[in-house]
């Protein structure tokens, strides 16, 4: 069992979590996921871990309830326990030395893109971040960017908070002005902003890492459902991944595949969501 | 129970009791029912007893076979026990899963004459080990602790093995398993109608009993290095384990269309995440009405025989040489006919073809004929020109094979690996790495259990003897 020692809401669906995890906590480095099993009968999940800490053993996990899975994750709170929690996974990020680095996060991904200024930092790269969402109340991390980021840019669709427009708009007036040339952009988000992201570096030739979120069950190469095409090659984003050269990547293909599951997922959530108004959520724990 | 070899030859062999395959063919419990004591001791009886017994040399874990056998024979089931149990540590397991018509059976005397069948050698370890289980303290009596660590990478068959033998010469055993269920390939990929969990889970309370300590969600090579292991946890000695690892696809197109499937990816979703309960459970798998399967192992026929539990109308294995060239066992091939699954042999999937939304919609193939032996000895299957057809299918599966997980042996760079990936090993499962053994399917590739599980006990005496020896350069010196 895990048990998660501290929780907070970051936004009205996003949830910050610290969790003890010794063994994922121990080699973990930047880029790297944990899969997570809620309890018996649970899913496993890949979660992109924001930070960790060798000595308290502790993991960070930051968390948008989006489908069953997630809501019944963010119900939980401190002192819960948590099933199964395997990692660390996939490769580090590859840290790209040079004069100027570029953050982009949408939403939730901006949890992917955080952990990696404070290595980029050390590499002795200027950093800077944009973070954006449809609307002031779904960004987050905005504070905690601030204090290992050079600059930070916030982005809102409505306009409600910093630059009205989204983070690839941002990118391209950054691109356009910037007085440190850019050497590296890395992004994480919902498959369109990243899509977006990589058609605006594309022609201006920079480098641009890209963390993928296939659909994955065990997170050791053994299933191949993670199975994703980059530069017209067959890849697994959990031990070739999750971060790739985002001007490979088929987008379509992983935008399509992420969708097998949109029945069941709207099922799951029915189940959720009748739990929720029953109180009934434990039935599921007798079927072991 | 003396009865002379001309009596005993006239005994036909004993049939194995079988749930009935529109009954199973619904669900999940296992096919097999397993022999009544007198099948066993009629079928024990017809064992003729050779001096030189062929049938234990074909069992790569050597069992004497007609010395359990006679036990049988004569009713002492115990003394039968004791000697299986001291040469297998899972016969619960091998007796369902061996292709016995390849080891043990391949070589009995009563096969060699005419319309000769083998004594049910398979079966009646099955059937022993299934009484030791319900009827004795079959708990192992462990030698003094010898205070040295040892290290199991892996949980399935050459892990669980290599651990129990271990335990018993008195090693601190640690076993991690890198998924949150301990079994390996018996409880991810083996469905449960041929090997129910329940005897997988006591093998392993046997081994906790033993002392063995199982740690899941420890991927070795991302969690600990093998060196981290060997330095920094104080282990003495180590065996990798860690399994076959990643799936082969075909390389044809359509293959990332919605409902495209490698087999490990289905067998995984309904044994490990236990899918066909969605949304009791919260892993979905989707449902075909129509499924092919591509292969002609093992695994796509269990792949092939659950998707027809999942609800399948039609289950379809699609394999390109004929019948007669199938690697899988012959039992699963029989039962998987009697549960109507359809055979498309001589067949070779060409693309899977696709609607608009990029599901699944047929399988385009080539018909094939025979030709002259290949480099395996099977006769090389040749595309007939113009006999392409469509088989209408809404899931496909590909069951054709693994290649080398990467992961351990990416940060282990003094392991020496072959040019497949594999990891090296001598004559005693010794790797080049000094106190680190291997096998399994991560020397071998995809291989079977029994072979797995041959492995585990001879690493297990080379660590044996590696721990005795006196103390020599530590590694990595």
Known sequence: MFRILDARWLASDVKWFRIRAPLAARNRQPGQFVILRLEEGGERIPLTMAAADRNSGTIELIVKAIGATTKRLCDLQADDDIADIMGPLGKPTEIHACEHAVLVGGGVGTAVIYPLAPALREAGCHVTAITGGRTRELVVLEAELKTVCDDVFVTTDDGSCGFRGNVADKLDELLAGADRPVGVVYAAGPVPMMRAVCDRTRAKKIRTIVSLNPIMVDGTGMCGGCRITVGGRQVFACVDGPEFDGHEVDFDELADRLTAYRTQERAALDVYEHEQTHECGSQRLSVS | MAMSPKDRIKIQRQSMPERDAGLRSGDFREVNIGFSIDLAQTESVRCLQCKDAKCSCGCPVGIPIPEFLERIAENDLPGAAEILLGANALPGITGRVCPQEEQCEQFCVRAKSKNGAPVAIGHLERFVA???????????????????????????????????????????VTIFEALHTVGGVLTYGIPEFRLPNKIIEAEVDRLRQMGVKIICNVVVGRTFTVDELLTEEGFDAMFIANGAGLPVFMNIPGENYKGVYSANEYLTRTNLMRAYEFPVVDTPIIQGDRIAVIGGGNVAMDAVRTAKRLGAKVATLVYRRSRDEMPARREEV????????????????LRIIGDEKRWVRGLECQRMELGEPD???????????????????DVVIEAIGTRANP????????????????IEVDDNGAT??????????????????????????????????????PAEAPAGV
């Not at chain 2, 480099?375 to 299918?393: H, L, Q, T, W, Y």
Request: aromatic letters at 6%; a neutral charge.
């Open chain 2, 334 to 349: 029989h039962h998987a006919e009697q549960e109507g699954i359809e055979f498309r042999m001589l067949t070779a999937p």
């Open chain 2, 432 to 469: 080049s790495k000094p106190g680190v053994y291997a096998g399994g399917d991560i020397t071998r590739g995809s291989a079977t259990v029994i072979l797995a599980m041959g492995d585990g006990k001879r690493a297990a005496m080379s660590i044996h003897d590696y721990l005795a020896a």
């Open chain 2, 130 to 172: 299934d009484w030791a289980r319900e009827n004795m303290d079959i708990r192992q009596i462990c030698a003094p602790p010898t205070g040295k660590k040892v290290a199991v990478v892996g949980s399935g068959p050459a892990g669980l093995t290599c651990a129990g033998e271990l335990a018993k010469c008195g090693h601190d």
């Open chain 2, 375 to 393: 480099d395996s000895g099977r006769r090389r299957p040749m595309a007939i020109p113009g006999s392409e057809f469509v088989i209408d299918c």
């Open chain 2, 407 to 422: 992961l351990l042996t990416a940060t282990t760079p003094d392991l020496t690996l072959n040019k497949w990936g594999y």
